[in-house]
């Protein structure tokens, strides 16, 4: 496999396997049929694009999304790579180009959209130019019963008998039905060579917060990431379009997104966040499929998901390029309610439905929950051994307390009202707040009004948002979302078991302290990196592609800290392979050369020079001054030139210095700078 590990440096500029890969590549490369399930962002498509080099012959990748093939296939030209699509939005040339590819041999990956299938001179035409192999990407779509399921993908099949060529087929979708369905579907049945690889996303840090501002939660989390790449999900086309407008106000760029607008402008949308760095996009759910861009640096939710699935598909969005993301979800006793009454009102059969809150159940466990977030997420697709350290619950543990009595009262008052009230009356009536409503129903008298004064209301609501989230009580939508007990409940009822609840989850997400913006890079690096972010964006927009096809983040940041100084140095930075090095990095190489002369022209002069690391000093000094020494007067500062001369100073002393920076300069920097110039010496 010596011919894979050259491959993957020179033409992918990658320093080794991501895990699972090699195995993958081998077995695909030995012709062997392959059904192989990675995590979104694990890397799948090198998988096929590497073999299809290594083997003779055209490889025929099957992909559903036009837009992603095509992006597909510009980054493979960009590497120096024979690839070609055939699609209905290709133009004339773009048909030609790949025509002629095909007749001269040099293609070697060819993608096409599963409707191609269906013209019968398809297949005729693949055999004639020596197709070698199949891949299938989004392999999931052939699944009748998933909701991507795309009906051309059931000609695959055909396509694999009449080429009998070696087939693999790749998804990011787990479960076994899916699995046994594509092995029927896709190859007769005759069991593939299987690769499960695990669903931990490592570079996703996971944290939940309960609501209390939601709005200014979300406005904090992305003051924090200004610059990066995110998405925010809403559970409204309205909020959608509020929050964007907020975002905006603040100095970001945010667009909405949602089923709700004209087809052209969500392609404009989705067009923009693909080529723009550094662009927010607010979306319902429907902004997902088709977005296939590596750099997502954070996901936020302003409202909880639907299910667990559809919570890890979501923030999966994130980080596929490797490099940390974050990610952020809201949630509170509304979204609990609105969750449970949409699966009650649906149309689903009654068994469905018992399921779907089964998987509401997992998500509010994974928000409650009192330890590592990512254990619980991952133990729910039956994986182990997780060792996590990037969540919010392994950054501060969850302060808990012994919530059973608490717990008990909570069931008692509702107990005794008859499961007819939801949680603001319950809690009027622990706290013993004699409201109309109170004197009216003549609670006044029950045994638990105001048997709850040791918390407070707040405290209170977060118990009952706890409560819902373990399932121990439900809204009953006939009720008008009064809460009733469900059976999970009667052990602690009964004095059979205990519970313990977050103290702090609500404390925690009411310290809206504006976070410092978080850098990618050091402070000293980041300026580099944006020049070199400014460098992208011209060259990608100049090629009308996206950024990330010029060199993804993770690139840059290893220009900006590893400073290569020339192009051999370059070509070991991960991410540059032999074709980029040639296309682009002269380009920023002069960026990063660029860089570390930039410096003031007057300090230029000095370069070389005893008075240029005066000046340096001098500089220094000045900035820890701006202020004054106990940082609270008026910024004052000296210009270039006239540092430049304090520099050049010779026997300098206090006169001098007043003479040449005047009353008000030399009370506040005069002594200091008389010592740099006495330590110059
Ligand atoms: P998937 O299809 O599994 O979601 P992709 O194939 O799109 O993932 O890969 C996700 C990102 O990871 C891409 O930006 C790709 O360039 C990068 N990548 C893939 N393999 C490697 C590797 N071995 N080393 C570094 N980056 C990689």
Redesign the pocket.
């Known amino acids: 496999m010596s011919g894979a590990a050259t491959l993957?440096r020179d033409v992918f500029g990658?320093?080794?396997?991501?895990p699972g890969?090699q195995e993958i590549v081998e077995a695909v490369t030995a012709g062997e049929n392959v059904l192989a399930i990675?995590p979104?962002?694990?890397?799948?498509?090198?998988c096929f694009q590497m073999p299809a080099l290594l083997r003779e012959g055209v490889t025929v990748v099957i992909s559903p999304l036009i837009a992603l093939m095509r992006d597909q296939v510009r980054a493979l030209q960009e590497l120096g790579v024979g690839a070609g699509a055939l699609t209905s939005g290709n133009t004339p040339e773009e048909t030609d180009a790949v025509w002629e590819g095909l007749e001269a041999g040099t293609l070697k990956l060819l993608y096409m959209a599963p409707e191609r299938l269906a013209a019968g001179s398809v297949i005729g035409m693949l055999k004639r130019v020596g197709v070698s192999m199949i891949a299938v990407d989004e392999a999931h779509c052939v699944s009748q019963w998933g909701h991507d399921f795309r009906p051309d993908y059931l000609r695959i099949g055909e396509l694999r008998r009449a080429l009998n060529v070696p087939l693999a087929a790749f998804t990011?979708t787990a479960d076994a039905e899916t699995q046994v369905e594509i092995v029927q579907k896709l190859f007769d049945g005759a069991g593939p060579r299987a690769f499960l690889r695990g669903f931990d996303r490592p570079n996703i840090h996971l944290a939940f917060a309960a609501k209390n501002s939601p709005r200014a939660q979300i406005l904090n989390f992305a003051a924090g990431r200004k610059g990066q790449s995110g998405i925010v999900y809403c559970g409204t086309r309205a909020k959608t379009e509020g929050l964007a407008k907020a975002l905006r106000d603040e100095g970001h760029v945010a667009l909405h997104y949602h089923g709700g607008m004209e087809a052209e402008d969500r392609r404009i949308a989705e067009r923009r966040f693909q080529q723009e760095d550094g662009l927010i996009v607010v979306a319902t759910v429907a902004f997902g499929m088709g977005i296939?861009k590596?750099d997502i640096r954070w996901v936020a939710h302003a409202d909880l998901p639907k299910s667990i699935e559809a919570y890890y598909q979501e923030i999966g969005r994130a980080g596929?390029?490797?490099s940390p993301a974050e990610t952020l979800t809201l949630f509170g006793s509304d979204d609990i309610r609105l969750r449970r009454s949409q699966i009650d009102e649906g149309i689903a059969p009654p068994e469905r439905r018992t399921a779907d809150h089964g998987r509401l159940n997992a998500l509010l466990g994974l928000a409650e929950a009192l330890e590592c977030r990512r254990k619980t997420l991952l133990g729910y697709f039956d994986e182990t051994e997780i060792s996590c350290g990037r969540c919010d619950l392994c950054d501060t543990p969850a302060d808990v307390f012994d919530g059973t009595t608490a717990v008990r009262k909570a069931l008692s008052a509702m107990l005794r009202t008859d499961e007819w009230f939801g949680s603001g009356h319950l809690i009027d009536i622990l706290l013993g707040n004699e409201t109309d409503k109170i004197r009216e129903r003549g609670h006044t008298s029950l045994p638990t009004y105001g048997v709850g004064t040791e918390y407070d209301k707040r405290q209170w609501q977060a118990v009952f948002r706890q409560m819902m989230g373990h399932d121990l009580v439900r809204p009953d939508a006939e009720r008008h979302g009064a809460l009733r007990m469900t059976d999970a409940a009667l052990p602690i009822l009964r004095g059979e078991a205990q519970i313990s609840l977050r103290r702090d989850s609500i404390r925690a997400a009411g310290a809206t302290r504006r976070p410092a913006v978080k850098m990618l890079v050091s402070e000293e690096d980041a300026p580099l990196l944006s020049a070199l972010k400014a460098k992208r964006r011209g060259l990608a927009e100049a090629a009308k592609v996206p950024a990330?096809i010029i060199f993804?983040d993770r690139t840059l940041i290893e220009m900006a800290e590893k400073r290569p100084d020339s192009l051999d140095a370059m070509a070991r930075v991960?991410g540059v392979g032999a074709k980029k090095l040639e296309s682009y990095g002269r380009a920023f190489l002069d960026v990063i050369n660029g860089a570390s002369q930039e410096m003031h022209p007057t300090r230029r002069k000095l370069a070389g020079r005893e008075a240029g690391t005066v000046y340096d000093r001098l500089l220094e000094v000045q900035a820890e001054l701006a202020r004054g020494a106990a940082g609270t007067d008026k910024p004052l500062s000296c210009s270039a030139s006239l540092l430049a001369k304090v520099a050049q100073l010779r026997n300098a002393d206090d006169t001098a210095l007043e003479r040449l920076l005047g009353d008000k300069r030399a009370e506040r920097f005069g002594p200091a700078f008389l010592d740099v110039l006495r330590e110059a010496g």
């Open positions: 993957l990658f320093d080794g396997f991501r890969q990675m979104t962002g694990g890397g799948k498509s090198l990011a296939d590596p596929r390029d490797g990330y993804n991960g």
